[in-house]
């Protein structure tokens, strides 16, 4: 959702009474003190109309009361339904009309507009989850699979633009202003909707213009592992275009669908964000507009042909919302236009987009035109924040067909959510290279150098969209609606020339880096000696794509061995110079010292299972059921304790690592009805499976066994509902024997900076037969 900047709280009461206090305020944790009024708003939203007659009280109302939890289970895995069974059988009946503190507790519900019931709501906030006694599983569940990408707590309307994308598993997808990520996870679940194909020819880029945020989101992607996603580093109003290479030319990358949620005012979180009563102002909205509009405008100049870009603000500003859209629209000239959603979402509530709009300065002075505001005022007032003049255009532009989503329609935050589908390539992209030819050619005359170097526009290769499109740099240089300045009578060469050159973009400048200086990504070649090993090793598939894979270093030992799809490989190797990457690819091997000794120095890692598994074709040791129990609750358990079927598998394999694959039984419905892989090391004498604590919790679930840890952290697990307690081996610290628990953790940089975890190459000696 948008963004805004917070600062810390000032004079704040120190100490436990403080803590207390934020506890008590639920949702609004840390804001106590803050009464829930602001005349200001009510008075701006009164005089906009945007809320229907007679249900003003009730929208107040509705924004001074907490905010629903929700979360939505992650869809793309083809275990979704059994978490969603889990939830169902498990915990929703447990907490079902549930009296805590004297409030009562509803049964979750599924959110009706979302498909499959994969999200749910409840009117339990995070204190009561936190806190209460009766909940506590249920809190587990939530943090538990929520670590392991399982699912997502994320406020409801923040569901909707990705839905309303259309995402399909080809699409190139630019997350615009993405972090902290939750609706980018949304896009790369449904990336892969089918998990059967491993590397889709889609991707998602995420991008945020905070460095530090860029690692929140890079946490959000990695819970998914998956090979198609991108996070960089960038000013989303000019966030660089890149090239990527077709058929051995250049060409330029035009996204399919485009996520533009821009930093906004807020206002629509007042149910969360308790400050925001505080600190509202109309001002709020005007300083941000003019940011807003040149990101869309960004966003728009890289949309293919025939794609779509949802804008979307947790705003109920028409200044930042309709008023974008229609300056967006006028500027377009026919290339945009809006979308009609209104079958897309059935059972989601929304209020038309307006058509007209005032606009008010924080002094409560209100201005309807552009030519009533004072000269004095124009730099903070720009004509593109009012409503079109001529009634045939602004009826031309549908604005009726943008969603506003109001709190007290189905008790979720206020947000506003656009669809445009571009029709033809933007004018001033068609206008722009020939001026840009024209401007290089003169400016290398005076210095008496030699031509510029043709811009892509003049590149044969290009096609049609790329030519007239070429390096976007704007409509004519007026993205917040300034006439374009006349040049004075007399002027120079020099002088008109550079005023010709607005309407290009600034001639390019060398990328400035900030935050953390990353890691290069160094591909592999074909013949690459550590495939020499991990070839004959794991019998890899004739088809098994060696370009794919990446590793952070250029010199030495590689520690660790992404993966990341063809198609982001092309958008990497081409475009270094221009992006700032901070994170990419998907971990397939990690490097074992001892491993060499049994034939292969890497061993698998499981965040890459389900990506590497469908072209490993030895090492696998197909499990029932009760194997998985017991591989995931005992530490390193001997091979006799396998099931027949698995024991004679594993007594033919060497020592090193290996997959345990899990295959549904139609005939069992009892048992999971979803495929499970899982790393592991087959020892000596023994055999572990080399998972993240959390995931094994999932998995347990997953088969029946209640995963519990009380307060005191003697933790007990309870199989089919109590009839045997099993002692709790899960909790032991794994890295004895080199599990990487950091596996499961954020690797802000794919893992070679926090050190590599390996399992000992002895690992089973303390046992004495098989």
């Not at 950091?742 to 000992?760: A, C, F, V």
Request: proline letters at 6%; a negative charge.
């Amino acid at each position: 959702m948008g963004k805004r900047s917070r600062q810390r709280q000032k004079n704040q009461p120190a100490g436990r009474d403080n803590r207390d206090d934020r506890d008590n305020a639920g949702w609004g944790a840390g804001y106590a003190d803050i009464v829930k009024e602001n005349k200001l708003f009510e008075h701006y939203y009164k005089e906009q109309g945007l809320v229907p007659d007679g249900e003003f009280e009730q929208f107040m109302e509705a924004m001074r009361e907490p905010l629903p939890a929700t979360i939505r289970i992650t869809g793309y895995k083809s275990h979704a339904k059994e978490i969603l069974h889990c939830l169902k059988e498990k915990y929703f009946k447990d907490i079902q009309e549930v009296d805590i503190d004297g409030q009562k507790i509803e049964a979750p519900q599924p959110l009706s507009w979302y498909p499959d019931e994969q999200a749910w709501h409840t009117n339990m906030s995070r204190k009561i989850i936190r806190k209460s006694p009766l909940l506590e599983k249920f809190h587990q569940f939530l943090v538990s699979e929520t670590e392991s990408g399982n699912i997502s707590r994320q406020e409801a309307v923040s569901m909707i633009p990705p839905l309303l994308l259309k995402i399909e598993s080809h699409h190139k997808i630019l997350d615009m202003c993405a972090a902290p990520g939750s609706k980018t996870a949304q896009l790369i679940e449904m990336l892969h909707a089918d998990m059967d194909v491993p590397f889709p020819e889609g991707f998602v880029i995420a991008n945020d213009v905070d460095n530090k945020r860029c690692y929140l989101l890079v946490h959000q992607a990695k819970r998914l592992n998956s090979p198609c996603i991108m996070v960089v580093n960038h000013d989303a109003s000019c966030i660089p275009t890149l090239k990527i290479d077709c058929n051995g030319e250049k060409d330029i990358l035009f996204y399919d669908r485009i996520l533009c949620d821009v930093p906004c005012s807020g206002d629509g979180t007042m149910r969360k964000n308790i400050d925001v009563w505080k600190k509202w102002t109309t001002s709020n909205s005007l300083h941000l507009h003019g940011l807003q509009l040149r990101i869309a405008v960004r966003g728009v100049e890289q949309l293919a042909v025939g794609g779509r870009m949802v804008y979307s603000t947790c705003s109920l500003n028409p200044i930042e919302d309709e008023a974008v859209i229609a300056a967006l629209l006028e500027k377009s000239e026919g290339a945009l236009e809006l979308a009609d959603s209104s079958a897309d979402l059935p059972g989601l509530k929304w209020m038309p987009g307006v058509t007209s709009w005032k606009l008010m300065t924080k002094e409560g002075q209100w201005y309807s035109d552009w030519s009533d505001v004072p000269s004095s005022r124009h730099t903070q007032i720009r004509p593109t924040m009012f409503p079109p003049k001529d009634p045939e255009k602004r009826a031309s532009m549908h604005l009726e067909r943008c969603m506003r989503i109001l709190p007290h329609h189905q008790n979720t935050g206020g947000f506003f959510v656009a669809v445009l589908v571009k029709k033809a390539p933007m004018p001033w992209n068609k206008r722009y290279p020939k001026l840009r030819k024209e401007v290089s050619s003169l400016s290398a005359a005076q210095s008496g150098g030699s031509p510029a170097a043709p811009t892509p526009s003049e590149t044969p290769c290009l096609p049609k969209q790329a030519v007239e499109e070429g390096e976007v740099g704007g409509p004519e240089g007026k993205v917040d609606g300034e006439a374009e300045e006349e040049v004075p009578k007399g002027a120079s060469l020099a002088q008109e020339t550079a005023a010709k050159q607005v309407c290009g973009p600034p001639a390019a400048k060398k990328m400035k880096l900030f935050g953390y200086k990353e890691d290069p990504f160094v591909f592999l070649t074909e013949d690459d000696p550590v495939f020499t090993t991990i070839q004959s090793f794991y019998d890899l598939s004739p088809d098994f794509p060696k370009l794919n894979v990446l590793t952070r270093t250029h010199e030495g030992k590689k520690r660790h061995l992404y993966m990341v799809s063809k198609e982001l490989r092309n958008v990497l190797l081409n475009n270094s110079e221009r992006m700032k990457v901070i994170n990419t690819g998907v971990k397939v091997w990690s490097r074992n010292s001892d491993g060499e000794e049994f034939g292969c120095a890497f061993r698998l890692a499981q965040e890459g299972i389900y990506t590497l598994q469908p072209y490993i074709r030895s090492r696998i040791i197909r499990v029932s059921v009760e194997d998985i129990k017991v591989l995931l609750t005992q530490e390193n358990p001997f091979l006799s304790k396998l099931e027949d079927d698995a024991h004679a598998q594993a007594k033919k394999m060497v020592m090193g690592s290996i997959v345990l694959k899990y295959i549904p039984n139609p005939n069992a419905p009892a048992e999971p009805q979803c495929p499970i892989q899982l790393c592991g090391w087959r020892g000596k004498t023994s055999i572990r499976a080399f998972v993240p604590r959390n995931e094994r919790f999932h998995y347990l679930r997953l088969l029946g066994v209640e995963v519990f840890r009380d307060k005191q952290g003697l933790g007990q697990k309870q199989k089919d509902g109590g009839k045997e307690e099993v002692e709790d081996e899960v909790e032991k610290d794994t890295e004895e024997e080199g599990a990487a628990e950091n596996e499961g953790e954020l690797d802000m940089e794919n893992g070679d900076k926090n050190g590599s975890s390996q399992p000992k190459g002895d690992s089973g000696k303390q046992g004495t037969s098989s």
